[in-house]
């Protein structure tokens, strides 16, 4: 009885390790894109991307200040796997639209805003948003709550709602579009847009998974259709594939954001094939990046 006692518990035990192994394959196959990573202006950054990044099988869109344009442009090149180079614009700037114009022509795939003097759907914004769709460049916006600084500010949340987005997207419908955070707090509003705009996405970083994490099922709440319905566009997706994955924080938490987001996917019950759209193959796409996902 002892005997047969001890090969079942090996037996067990085997078992479990069978069952660990696979999820570690399975997470090790998994392809992520990282599609809200600031550039940081310092000299290790890059090198600290890439070695936290790519045994992880991640690669980063590295929202990069004209000021990092050179750095960046590089890092590309030598980091192909890893690196996706993005730019950033004040688009209150007079030499918005030049810049614009000098990421596209070097390749970068992406453009972030943030803080406007105006609301996003202002026309005298147009002419950038033009510019990004003829250039294929994907449209990065804040919305909702942002942090303070000490120093005088002509901007505030009012300025980004997730709303405006929708307004940009009837204007533009070629330029793809991602809305930062969800709106936070303007989740409705930011869900209910992407679910008539097929070329708006939205991620889920910041505050929203830390201060949702004692409910994180209540996404399902804002998130709630399954694909075209009779209130919905005949293009519509399952709503939980109009998230893409990003930690808008340093490469050494990409760990812990990956966490937050399967805490909540698993509360929200998401299937793994609308996962790995979320994590990274709906940006592969999206950007034409040829890769195995």
């Not at 069952?19 to 550039?39: E, N």
């Not at 790519?54 to 090149?77: D, E, H």
């Not at 009012?158 to 419908?173: E, G, N, V």
């Not at 910041?206 to 399902?220: D, P, R, T």
């Amino acid at each position: 009885m002892t005997a047969r006692r001890e090969f079942l518990k090996l037996g067990a035990a085997a078992a479990i390790g069978a069952a660990f192994a696979r999820v570690g394959r399975a997470q090790r196959r998994r392809f992520i894109i990282d599609s809200h990573q600031h550039y940081q202006d310092r000299a290790d950054y890059i090198q600290r991307l890439v070695a936290i990044y790519r045994p992880r099988n991640a690669m980063a869109c590295v929202l990069t200040p004209m000021a990092g344009f050179a750095v960046v442009r590089k890092a590309a090149a030598d980091h192909p796997d890893v690196v996706i180079p993005y730019g950033r614009i004040n688009v209150d700037e007079p030499g918005a639209l030049a810049e614009i114009d000098t990421f596209a022509a070097a390749g970068f795939k992406g453009i972030k805003m943030h803080s406007p003097r105006h609301d996003w759907d202002d026309p005298q914004y147009f002419h950038l948003y033009a510019r990004m769709q003829e250039r294929k460049l994907l449209a990065l916006f804040h919305t909702g709550i942002a942090s303070h600084v000490d120093t005088p500010q002509y901007t505030s949340m009012a300025r980004m709602r997730p709303s405006y987005l929708d307004t940009i997207a009837r204007a533009f419908p070629s330029l793809y579009i991602q809305g930062a955070h969800l709106g936070n707090p303007w989740y409705d509003e930011a869900a209910e847009a992407a679910r008539w705009c097929p070329k708006l996405f939205f991620d889920l970083t910041g505050s929203s998974l830390i201060k949702k994490e004692n409910n994180l099922a209540v996404f399902k709440d804002y998130l709630w259709w399954q694909g075209p319905t009779a209130h919905s566009s005949p293009q519509a997706v399952y709503a939980f594939e109009k998230l893409v994955f990003g930690t808008d924080e340093p490469p050494d938490q990409i760990d812990n954001m990956l966490r937050r987001y399967e805490a909540m996917l698993d509360a929200c019950q998401v299937p793994e094939p609308s996962r790995r759209k979320i994590f990274g193959e709906t940006i592969a796409r999206i950007l034409r990046l040829k890769i195995d996902v």
